[in-house]
Structure formats: C-alpha cells, structure tokens
C-alpha cells in the first residue's frame, strides 16, 4: 500500500515530516517519482494535472490538500467510483475565521480610507457604525462560513447567512436556495462569499447579483476566483454599486501583471492565502481515513460527487 502525493515545492517538506512523525511506516511517493503505479492505493493532491489520477488503478481515496475540491472535479478523467475526500482541518478553519474578522473589520472601520489618508498627511474624522447595526452576510454556510458567521457574531455584528439546504446557526438570520437569496442579499451591507465552486455557483458574484445589495454595500471573496466576474466587480466599484472589495482569489493566479484589479484604490488582494492547510492536522484526517478504509468503513469529509462539495 502507497500512498502518492502532491503539492507545491515550498510545502512538500512539512508534509513529508509530518508523515515521517505519524506514520513512519508508510510507503510515501511523491508526485514526480510514483515507483510501481499497482501500490498505489491513496493520492493526496492539490490540482493534479488533468488524466493522472485515473493511471492509477488501484486507487482507494483521493484526498484533496484542501477544502476545496473543485480542482479535482475539473478533471473529466477523474476515476469514477473512487470516493473523494475533502479537507476539514482545525487551523484551516481558524486561519479562514481570522482572514474574515480581519477583513469585515477593515470594511466595517474604514481602514483603507484612514490609510489613504495617512499617506496624504489627512487629518479627517471618519465615523463609523456600531457592530450591532452593521449587517454582514455569508454566502455558505459550510465548515467554513458556519464558523466565521459565528465568529462575527461574538464581535455582535447583525449576521445573516446563505446556503443550499435550511441551517439553524445561534444569533445567525439563516437564508438559503434561491428563494432566500434575495432577502439575504436586500439586508447585506459587508457580503462575503465562503462558497465551493461548482457548476450552480460558477460566476454568482457578478453584475446582477450586485444590484440586489444595498448601494455602497462591499465584497470580501475568499472562496474561488470562478465564483466572480472580474469586470462586474471592478464596474460596481466605479459606480459605487459597491464600496471596496477584498478578494483573495481570482480566475487566473497568479494574478497577471497588469490586471485592474492590482492597482484599483478601492480593491484590496490577497495571494489566495486566506487560510492554509495544516500538514500536522490534514496528515492526522489522512491517517485516520485510511485506517477506516481498511477497516471496511467509508472515510469521513466524503464529498458528494453529483453536488460537487
Ligand atoms: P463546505 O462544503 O463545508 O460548505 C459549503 C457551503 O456552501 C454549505 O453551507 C453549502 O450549503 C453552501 N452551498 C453550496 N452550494 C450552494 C448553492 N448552490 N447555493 C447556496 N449555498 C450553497 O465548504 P467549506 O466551508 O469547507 O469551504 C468553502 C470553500 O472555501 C471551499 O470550497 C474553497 O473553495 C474555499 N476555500 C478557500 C481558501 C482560501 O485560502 N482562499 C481556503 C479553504 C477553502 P449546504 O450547507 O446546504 O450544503
Ligand atoms: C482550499 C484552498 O480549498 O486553500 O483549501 O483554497
């Protein structure tokens, strides 16, 4: 039994040792040596190219690096039958929560205006809302978006949130499908989007969906680069339809030079770092899958392939 993984150089060291640490015995083959292709029995990836995964024949998990898995459904070979394991991992989940709180603080204070102003020598009293009267909304209401939306909550923002199925979250105003989607939209002033990219969601943050927001309201998209529509965004700003954004990822990343959205004043960019997985952790959901595979059990984290998350 072997298990073969993938990730980008800069990482590969951490999870090398974190396997070392936990499960010093197993067969561990990197992506560019895999040895004799009929051990392999577990892949953990993060975008594998296209058609690889499927040469494996005797492959009994595909652990995705991260939460999101859409990297792996884009792959049309991707082998049927193989059950795919998304990652659910402690400090992913508090790295996202704090990215979140960081930036719906910013938005909600005003903090690249004093900036701006501080790099003109301005002087000039900027007021905002209490928390309380701030409406913030999180679009997904998963792993993620449930424990940032709770997040916000603690701080006393008004929160609302948006998924696919009903959800009851304490002190969060729960909308889903796309019947609540226009009252959750209607009463959004800080919207966020925590969503998995998938066919239903491919491009939601675009021009119509900013029009039901009230005008001024901002954007923070830590999710997919596919969820948004790069020049809708940057036409709401310039109308003021929206105030500021702050998107963490985008449909080509890196992001190209010269791209509008690097020096727009009012957009702020992050390198698709919002959160990052844990290797200790994600290395310690790996082992404890693979020991309920063998012990005949499904893995937990399974993804449901026809929904896409
Ligand atoms: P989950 O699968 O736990 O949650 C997804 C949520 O989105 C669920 O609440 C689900 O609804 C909702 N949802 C899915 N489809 C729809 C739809 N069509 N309409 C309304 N709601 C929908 O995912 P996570 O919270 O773990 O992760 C979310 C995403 O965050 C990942 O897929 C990934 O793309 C991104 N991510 C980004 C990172 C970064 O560094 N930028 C790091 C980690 C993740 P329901 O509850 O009803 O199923
Ligand atoms: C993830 C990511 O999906 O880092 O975990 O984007």
Redesign the pocket.
């Known amino acids: 039994m072997a298990l073969i993984f993938r990730t980008d150089a800069a990482r590969a060291a951490a999870w090398g040792e974190a396997f070392k640490r936990q499960m010093p015995a197993l067969d561990l083959r990197m992506w560019d040596e895999p040895g004799e292709i009929a051990d392999i029995e577990f892949a953990l990836v993060w975008k594998p190219p296209r058609g690889v995964l499927r040469t494996f024949a005797n492959l009994k998990a595909i652990f995705s690096i ?5 990297h792996l459904f884009s792959d049309p070979e991707l082998p049927e039958g193989v059950p795919v394991v ?3 991992e402690p400090e ?2 508090r ?2 929560t704090e ?1 979140i709180v960081l930036h719906v603080l910013r938005h909600h204070r005003r903090q690249r205006e004093m900036e701006a102003n501080q790099r003109a020598e301005k002087w000039e009293m900027i007021s905002v809302p209490t928390a309380p009267s701030r409406k913030v909304g999180v ?9 940032a939306a709770l997040a916000l909550t603690a701080l006393e923002f008004d929160v609302a ?7 009851e979250f304490p002190g969060v105003e729960c909308f ?3 019947f609540g ?1 226009d009252a959750f939209l209607a009463r959004t002033e800080i919207l966020i989007c ?5 066919a ?2 491919e491009g ?1 943050l675009n021009a119509e969906l900013f029009a039901k927001l009230p005008k001024g309201a901002s954007l923070i998209n ?3 680069g596919g969820h948004q529509v790069e020049e809708d965004i940057l036409a709401a700003l310039d109308r003021g339809q929206l105030s500021e954004t702050t998107l ?2 985008f449909r080509e990343e890196p992001l190209p030079a010269g791209h509008p959205c690097w020096r727009h004043p009012r957009v702020t960019i ?1 390198p ?6 844990d290797p200790d952790g994600a290395v310690r959901q790996v082992i404890e899958n693979i020991q309920r595979i063998r012990r005949g059990e499904p893995p937990s984290n399974i ?1 449901d392939s026809k ?3």
């Open positions: 991260g939460a999101g898995v859409d998304r990652m659910v992913l989940t790295g996202m990215y679009m997904g209401l998963g792993e993620l978006g449930g424990a949130g948006w998924s696919r199925s009903p959800k889903h499908g796309d989607m925590l969503l998995p990219l998938t239903e969601t939601i830590a999710a997919r963490d990822v992050t698709h770092n919002a959160s990052l997985t993804v929904a896409g998350y």
